[in-house]
């Protein structure tokens, strides 16, 4: 079956990088998002990965698959007050839509 | 151009009582599916519609169920509503509903209370 854990707290200084860990279960996922919640807010897709990849960078986001461990991490750089969210790692397989998330990381920037 | 729209944004139901959440797609999107997440919780996959057929369901009892229109939005009813149905329901659509990737696209939610 899939599974998808995560810490649930992470905080960070203001300009410092974040790391955000992942371990999934299900060895079929396709791909692996990350998505960023902001209170009171839906879903924001910030970034994915195919699992045929190790490694994918966006700016100031770059996203480590290790698909033998099933470990996805998200590392966000310069991290800023506006980064303050839930980030919830989730990944995808089968023919059809279905999306199974994480619990989610609180992240917390300190100015 | 309009995102994925729900509504309405809140309900407050009490047991026993039934509750019809409505989801827009974003224009030309075929796909929608159905999210529940429950308050400190990572949301989970209930229903997934696609050209108004059904193509995924989540473990879920048979008190929640879902349909989509021909334009392609979608309703989802849960009935005998209990307490641990309080949730906030996102809706997401995307372009199809294949394997291969295409973004979904989420909405800002119903946040239901069951009293």
């Known amino acids: 079956g899939e599974d998808v854990e995560q810490s649930l707290f992470l905080s960070v200084r203001e300009g410092d990088s974040s790391v955000i860990n992942c371990t999934y279960t299900?060895?079929?996922?396709?791909?692996l998002y990350w998505y960023k919640q902001e209170p009171g807010a839906g879903l924001q897709l910030l970034t994915y990965i195919f699992s045929n990849m190790d490694m994918k960078q966006d700016q100031r986001l770059t996203v480590l698959l290790n698909k033998k461990d099933k470990h996805l991490s998200l590392r966000i750089a310069d991290t800023q007050t506006g980064d303050s969210a839930i980030y919830f790692c989730a990944e995808k397989s089968g023919g059809y839509q279905k999306v199974t998330f994480g619990t989610g990381t609180k992240l917390q920037v300190i100015p | 151009d309009a995102g994925v729209t729900q509504s309405p944004t809140h309900l407050i139901k009490t047991r026993g009582q039934h509750v019809t959440l409505r989801c827009s797609p974003i224009s030309g999107h075929k796909s929608v599916s159905w999210y529940q997440q429950v308050l400190g919780q990572g949301p989970q996959f209930i229903f997934q519609?696609?050209?108004?057929?059904?193509?995924g369901r989540g473990n879920f009892p048979d008190r929640f169920s879902a349909r989509q229109f021909p334009n392609y939005s979608s309703e989802l009813n849960v009935n005998a509503l209990l307490l641990g149905d309080s949730a906030l329901y996102l809706c997401a659509s995307s372009l199809s509903g294949t394997d291969t990737y295409n973004e979904q696209f989420f909405g800002p939610g119903t946040r239901l209370t069951v009293l």
């Open positions: 299900d060895s079929s996922s396709t791909y």
């Open positions: 519609y696609y050209e108004k057929e059904e193509r």
